[in-house]
């Protein structure tokens, strides 16, 4: 079974938070659905928009799977030979059934889709994944219903319209379904990449989303096509091929894997990622990596050391979450090498993603991002947020690679390739308490294939966070300075 796939534990606080959200979503739909025509008939300009853009790309009389339907209204205008139409909303799928009695519709998730087997010429997916919990694993469901010649249709809104779609909410104006993350075109491509699909396509569209005779055609026709205006359209549109021949992907490599969890002060956490860190691969083990802990950790690690592979070693003399990290590489013997903060700010049940991005040969260098999905409330301190975000768009300049998040802790690296960083290490010098930024720099300087995994970043609910916002700040300056200055000479 595909490792990322493997069912997690009903009992999990991370399953449990998750099923609540996709209730709330469920909820909030079968809410709207007696009005939902009403709406679009309000929007009409809009809602033409987006079937103009659908039909252009999906061909008459094919067969057509739609993930998120609704009342089944932009499936029947692709007028398919075979349509079927899947929805969270058991109330959505009433009304569509009632509307297109010729269609097919289940009630289904998209993160747990299964069609028995069923393939399509295309599959569309239109303003739907911003409601999805889990991107990534929605689109690796899609794997199933493909086949090399089938194309993947997808739009989204733009996030730059975020600001004008709430207002609009608020005023009445718009269908009160905000989504909950805000994916741009860097995003879509990404996780599509992590997922074996291929990007074919990608526009934008819709600068003008009302009825405003001569206006309306002026600004979408010809203004929005301008460069610079192209990147306001309100529509992302993007269509993707499965990068694979055969009928499935090629299997991931079987590779063993070491968990390297730098800990201080974080009893409260131990037994959590005992519990819910899970099989990666033919071998898993977790090696701890304490620095000099004084509430119970190192006693909580030794208790549990004989319930799976683990190994607890001290970090000495040596300080920082960058030495307990190049301590935990030295003793693994993994043929990945990966980390977890043990805040459990990333959850531990995402690490099958990362695992299988380097497996399946996605990227050679596997950074988290924490700035996808919306975070829970004081996962990120606003003034954290700026920073990250302001280092990332300047590293990314500086290193020729995308970054969005450079400060997520969770990083994966195979065993080969960590050590041609280390034998280069020499060029930076031992400038990073973090560890981070000398990782991300001698990928970049190895020129490795930097890919980013997004994660859920969770609230720390034990002990208290290490990073002191000011003091660190002025670090992060004087190492993008020095980035510049090695990458730019």
């Given at each position: 079974m595909d490792v990322a796939l493997e069912p997690r534990a009903p009992s999990s606080e991370f399953q449990r938070a998750a099923d609540q959200r996709r209730t709330a979503v469920r909820a909030s739909f079968d809410r709207l659905a007696p009005e939902r025509d009403a709406w679009m008939a309000r929007n009409a300009a809009y809602y033409r928009a987006v079937e103009r853009l659908v039909r252009f790309v999906v061909r008459e009389g094919a067969s057509v799977l739609e993930v998120g339907c609704g009342t089944g209204d932009l499936l029947a205008a692709t007028r398919p030979a075979r349509g079927v139409g899947v929805d969270l909303s058991p109330r959505m799928l009433e009304v569509a059934r009632r509307k297109h009695p010729h269609l097919t519709f289940v009630e289904g998730d998209a993160e747990r889709l299964d069609l028995g087997g069923e393939t399509f010429d295309y599959v569309v997916l239109s303003d739907v994944l911003g409601f999805v919990d889990d991107v990534w694993l929605a689109l690796r469901r899609l794997q199933a219903v493909c086949r090399p010649e089938t194309r993947l249709v997808i739009?989204?809104?733009?996030?730059?319209?975020?600001?004008?779609?709430?207002?609009?909410e608020r005023l009445g104006r718009k269908m009160p379904t905000r989504p909950t993350s805000w994916l741009g075109m860097d995003d879509l491509t990404n996780l599509l990449h992590l997922n074996a699909f291929e990007v074919v396509r990608a526009d934008t569209a819709v600068l003008l989303p009302v009825d405003v005779p001569v206006v309306s055609s002026l600004a979408n026709r010809l203004l929005g096509r301008l460069p610079g205006l192209r990147a306001l359209g309100l529509i992302q549109l993007l269509v993707a091929r499965p990068a694979w021949n055969g009928a499935a992907p090629p299997p991931p490599r079987p590779l063993t894997t070491s968990v390297v969890i730098p800990t201080r002060n974080e009893r409260g956490n131990v037994q959590d990622i005992f519990a819910r860190t899970p099989a990666l691969g033919p071998r898993t083990e977790l090696v701890f990596v304490d620095g000099s802990s004084t509430d119970g950790t190192v006693e909580e690690i030794e208790r549990l050391l004989p319930t799976r592979e683990a190994r607890l070693i001290h970090q000495g003399d040596g300080r920082g979450k960058g030495d307990a990290v190049r301590k935990g590489f030295a003793a693994a013997t993994g043929d990945v090498l990966m980390i977890l903060d043990s805040d459990l700010t990333v959850p531990p049940e995402d690490l099958p993603k990362f695992y299988l991005a380097l497996a399946e040969g996605k990227g050679e260098f596997v950074n988290g991002t924490r700035l996808v999905y919306p975070m829970e409330d004081q996962a990120m301190r606003f003034l954290n947020l700026l920073g990250n975000k302001f280092f990332s768009v300047a590293l990314s300049r500086i290193l020729g690679q995308h970054l969005k998040d450079t400060l997520c802790g969770t990083k994966v690296v195979s065993r080969a390739d960590y050590a041609r960083i280390e034998a280069g290490r020499a060029y930076f010098g031992d400038f990073d308490p973090f560890g981070d930024f000398d990782l991300?720099?001698?990928?970049?300087?190895?020129?490795?294939?930097?890919?980013?995994?997004?994660?859920?970043?969770?609230?720390?609910?034990?002990?208290?966070?290490?990073?002191?916002?000011?003091?660190?700040?002025?670090?992060?300056?004087?190492?993008?300075?020095?980035?510049?200055?090695?990458?730019?000479?």
């Open positions: 739009t989204a809104h733009n996030a730059v319209w975020e600001p004008l779609l709430g207002l609009a991300i720099f001698g990928a970049a300087k190895q020129s490795l294939r930097i890919v980013e995994v997004p994660i859920r970043y969770r609230a720390r609910t034990y002990g208290e966070t290490k990073i002191s916002r000011f003091s660190h700040g002025w670090l992060l300056l004087r190492m993008t300075a020095l980035a510049w200055r090695k990458f730019r000479p």
